[in-house]
T-cell receptor, first 115, second 114 residues
């Protein structure tokens, strides 16, 4: 059974700092890994998708890496802004051994960026 | 960009009543999912649906829950007799296939059982 852990659980930083959010997962037979952002009381916004054959993906100030063999992913946020304040969720997807396709979510990192 | 649409955005229902949550997945997607998030907790998988049948379900998805794709566009989640603990945000998602593509989520239906 896939278990996903995200560290830290919460993070408070001043504007402009570079951040690293960590995600670890127990079953490495995944198809992909997706990072989401969730604002309070809102839905899930996809940030980055990394396929199992890829090592990293970049979108603007965001960079996500994947080390499938060790069961780890990191989300790097450069030059953080107050608008980045949200909960960030890591979700490894699927299982190559079973063919199942579901995402399994971590508990998230709650980020607060102060002006 | 294509979206997954969920209706209603909010629903309040009496305990014991049946509710149907509706979703319109992205038109060329093949895999459909329901997830839920109880307030303050993590997003939990409920069920996946492929080729007009359930392909996987969690322990949460008991006999009180059912899913249906009644036509070529809608995907519904029915809760037969709601309980207080069913109060949560319910998310629908779709994918063209996890081996290549990611997942797109709807904005959710907040269900409150009173």
């Amino acid at each position: 059974k896939q278990e996903v852990t995200q560290i830290p659980a919460a993070l408070s930083v001043p504007e402009g700092e570079n951040l690293v959010l960590n995600c670890s997962f127990t079953d490495s037979a995944i198809y992909n890994l997706q990072w989401f952002r969730q604002d309070p009381g809102k839905g899930l916004t996809s940030l980055l998708l990394i396929q199992s054959s890829q090592r990293e993906q970049t979108s603007g100030r965001l960079n996500a890496s994947l080390d499938k063999s060790s069961g780890r992913s990191t989300l790097y946020i450069a030059a953080s802004q107050p608008g980045d304040s949200a909960t960030y969720l890591c979700a490894p997807g699927g299982n190559m051994n079973t063919g199942f396709q579901k995402l399994v979510f971590g508990t998230g990192t709650r980020l607060l960026v102060s002006p | 960009e294509p979206e997954v649409t969920q209706t209603p955005s909010h629903q309040v229902t009496q305990m014991g009543q049946e509710v149907i949550l509706r979703c319109v997945p992205i038109s060329n997607h093949l895999y459909f999912y329901w997830y839920r998030q109880i307030l303050g907790q993590k997003v939990e998988f409920l069920v996946s649906f492929y080729n007009n049948e359930i392909s996987e379900k969690s322990e949460i998805f008991d006999d009180q829950f059912s899913v249906e794709r009644p036509d070529g566009s809608n995907f519904t989640l029915k809760i037969r007799s709601t309980k207080l603990e069913d109060s949560a945000m319910y998310f629908c998602a779709s994918s063209a296939g996890a081996s290549v593509y990611g997942y797109t989520f709807g904005s959710g239906t907040r269900l409150t059982v009173v």
